[in-house]
């Protein structure tokens, strides 16, 4: 009963986490914390990318891997790039099935995690406290330190920290909600039911 009502939270989590990704990421929405370039700047900016980069990577440019580029960063402007030589589709369904089992890993991660808590913390309210500390201490240190060590816009990380706070969050509520409740009651039960000394 416990792992079934753990993979039915599993599974409905990783579809809240897929609606809430598309409307986060897919709706238009991310337009307020991501930049665009006109046509004629888009293609002279790919075609710099693909003149100047020899292979796909993540690049830091300038880097600290001279003396002249350490002075050339220090005078900026700078630029972390995730660069990939091949073009694919916006809404490629590939992309979108793994993204879907990235999402249900995650989520099946999580409900084995809560599980596990809900066998020690008896109380619902301590452990969606431990949920939403869990979440904000990862979101936090996953998405603040991008702007912070590698002085990259705090706009675009703070969105990514609102929304992937809030996914994950839902996605935990929903699994504490299927799990059984009375899988903390052995625990709770356990020092009113041992012998009490005289």
Do not use: C
Not at 31 to 36: E, F, K
Not at 51 to 75: C, H, I, K
Not at 81 to 102: E, K
Not at 161 to 166: C, G, Q
């Amino acid at each position: 009963m416990m792992i079934g009502r753990a993979l039915l939270g599993a599974a409905v989590a990783a579809i809240a986490l897929f609606i809430l990704g598309f409307l986060f990421h897919a709706s238009g929405l991310q337009g307020v914390a991501t930049g665009s370039l006109d046509n004629v700047q888009a293609a002279a900016v790919q075609q710099s990318l693909a003149a100047n980069l020899p292979n796909t990577g993540t690049f830091r440019v300038p880097s600290d891997s001279t003396a002249e580029q350490t002075v050339m960063y220090g005078q900026g402007p700078i630029s972390t790039i995730h660069y990939n030589t091949s073009g694919f589709a916006m809404g490629d369904p590939a992309t979108l099935v793994l993204g879907f089992l990235h999402m249900l890993v995650v989520a099946l991660l999580m409900s084995a995690g809560l599980g596990a808590i809900s066998r020690f913390v008896p109380s619902s309210g301590e452990r969606t406290r431990l949920l939403l500390l869990g979440v904000v201490g990862a979101t936090v240190f996953i998405h603040l330190r991008e702007p912070i060590w590698f002085h990259h816009d705090w706009g675009h990380f703070i969105y990514l920290f609102v929304t992937d706070t809030i996914s994950l969050i839902v996605a935990g509520m929903i699994i504490l909600k299927l799990l059984p409740h009375g899988a903390s009651s052995a625990a709770s039960r356990a020092p009113a039911d041992a012998p009490k000394e005289v």
